[in-house]
C-alpha cells in the first residue's frame, strides 16, 4: 500500500465545519478543497447522506465520497436536525469529524470592521458585538459536540491550513503541495502558468543525430544522450541544488500547488527528459509530483510545418 493511499484512508469520509462568523471558515473550505474533498457551504443537514451517496464528484479518485460541509449560524434550522442526522450516519458506519473555528471576540470584531461586512445575526440592527454573543449561545452546543477546536486568533491563513492538513490528512509537508513538472518548447510559446521556468536548450540537441531525430526524450537512447554527459550531470547537480533550496520556502509559506516548466527548443528531446529526470528527483524527497509534457504531441513534418504527432500524412494531390 502506498504512503498515499494510506494516507487517503485515514480522511474522514465527513467534515463538518461550524464556529464563529470571522473565525476563518472561508479558508478552511479552501484547504479542504486542496486536500480534495466535495465542499458545500451553508447545505442543510438533512440533504449531508445524498451528497455522501452521489458518485462522481469532482476531484474524488476514490471510491469514497468525501464531503466538507459548512454549518453555522446562518441556518438556524440546521442545528435542529443535525444531532439526528450525524447518528443516522454513525449507524451506516460513516466516519466523520466536526472542526469547530473560534476566535476571541475582539479579533472578530476587528474582522468584520476591516471587512465592511455585516455580521449574519444583525440583521435587527444589533451591534457587532451583541451579534457575536448571539452566535455563541447558538453554537454552544456543536462547540462542545466538536471533534476539534481551533482558535485562530493569532493564526495566519497558511498556519490554518498547516492545522487543518495536520489534523486531517497527516503526512509530511512536502505532500501537502501539489508539483507540476512539465517539458516544452520555447518555438510554442513560452508558458503562462510556470512558477519555474528552466531554459535546457544550452544543451547538446539530439535533433540534430539522424538516429535520434524522430524519437523523444521518453526513449532511452535519447534519454541517455542527453543525461549522461558531463554538462548535463554538471547542470543537473546545480538544478537540484536550486530545487533543494526554493522547495522548502514554498512549503513553508503555505503554497498548494507548484508549476516547474523544463523548456527547450521544439519540447521533444532535452526538455522532455530533464523533466522526467526533475519529476523522479523530486518524487524521491516526499513531494507529490505529476509529470506531463505539453508539445510531444507536435512534430514537424517534411515541409517544415507542425503537425499532431499520430496524425495520418495528408493524401497527396490528384495527378
Known amino acids: 500500500m502506498s504512503e498515499e493511499t494510506s494516507q487517503l484512508e485515514n480522511m474522514p469520509e465527513?467534515?463538518?465545519v461550524s464556529g464563529m462568523s470571522g473565525a476563518g471558515r472561508t479558508e478552511a473550505m479552501h484547504s479542504f478543497e486542496d486536500l480534495g474533498y466535495f465542499c458545500?457551504?451553508?447545505?442543510?443537514?438533512?440533504?449531508?447522506?445524498?451528497l455522501l451517496e452521489l458518485t462522481g464528484m469532482p476531484g474524488q479518485?476514490?471510491?469514497?465520497?468525501?464531503?466538507?460541509?459548512?454549518?453555522?449560524?446562518?441556518?438556524?434550522d440546521f442545528f435542529a436536525s443535525l444531532t439526528a442526522e450525524l447518528e443516522k450516519l454513525k449507524?451506516?458506519?460513516?466516519?466523520?469529524?466536526i472542526?469547530?473555528?473560534?476566535?476571541a471576540d475582539e479579533k472578530l470584531v476587528a474582522r468584520y470592521k476591516s471587512s465592511r461586512r455585516r455580521h449574519p445575526l444583525c440583521a435587527d440592527g444589533a451591534s457587532i458585538a451583541q451579534g457575536i454573543q448571539r452566535e455563541r449561545d447558538l453554537l454552544f452546543e456543536v462547540r462542545e459536540a466538536a471533534h476539534h477546536v481551533l482558535d485562530t486568533?493569532?493564526?495566519?491563513?497558511?498556519?490554518?491550513?498547516?492545522?487543518?492538513?495536520?489534523?486531517?490528512?497527516?503526512?509530511?509537508?512536502?505532500?501537502?503541495m501539489s508539483v507540476s513538472v512539465y517539458s516544452f518548447g520555447f518555438?510554442?510559446?513560452a508558458p503562462l502558468d510556470a512558477d519555474l521556468v528552466m531554459d535546457v536548450r544550452f544543451l547538446?540537441?539530439?535533433?540534430?543525430?539522424?538516429?535520434?531525430?524522430?524519437?523523444?526524450?521518453?526513449?532511452?537512447?535519447?534519454r541517455d544522450f542527453v543525461l549522461y554527459r558531463p554538462e548535463t550531470e554538471e547542470f543537473l547537480e546545480r538544478w537540484r541544488a536550486l530545487l533543494d533550496c526554493v522547495m522548502p520556502g514554498y512549503v513553508a509559506e503555505g503554497k498548494q500547488q507548484l508549476a516547474i516548466a523544463v523548456g527547450c527548443t521544439g519540447g521533444q528531446h532535452r526538455s522532455v527528459a530533464l523533466a522526467e529526470s526533475t519529476g523522479d528527483y523530486l518524487k524521491v524527497k516526499g513531494y507529490r509530483v505529476s509529470v506531463a509534457h505539453r508539445d510531444l504531441a507536435l512534430a514537424e513534418g517534411a515541409d517544415g510545418k507542425l503537425v499532431a504527432a499520430d496524425a495520418a500524412p495528408a493524401p497527396e494531390p490528384a495527378r
Do not use: W
Request: hydrophobic fraction near 35%; charge should be positive; glycine fraction near 10%.
Open 187 to 189: 518555438k510554442h510559446g
Open 99 to 103: 472542526l469547530f473555528l473560534d476566535a
Open 40 to 50: 458545500v457551504d451553508n447545505l442543510p443537514s438533512s440533504l449531508i447522506g445524498n
Open 61 to 76: 479518485p476514490d471510491e469514497k465520497r468525501r464531503l466538507a460541509v459548512v454549518c453555522d449560524a446562518r441556518n438556524r
Open 153 to 176: 486568533t493569532d493564526m495566519l491563513p497558511a498556519q490554518l491550513r498547516g492545522a487543518i492538513r495536520a489534523l486531517f490528512a497527516p503526512g509530511t509537508e512536502q505532500q501537502g
Open 14 to 16: 465527513l467534515v463538518v
Open 91 to 97: 449507524g451506516q458506519g460513516i466516519d466523520y469529524r
Open 204 to 222: 547538446p540537441n539530439p535533433y540534430y543525430e539522424p538516429q535520434l531525430k524522430g524519437l523523444t526524450g521518453l526513449d532511452k537512447p535519447v
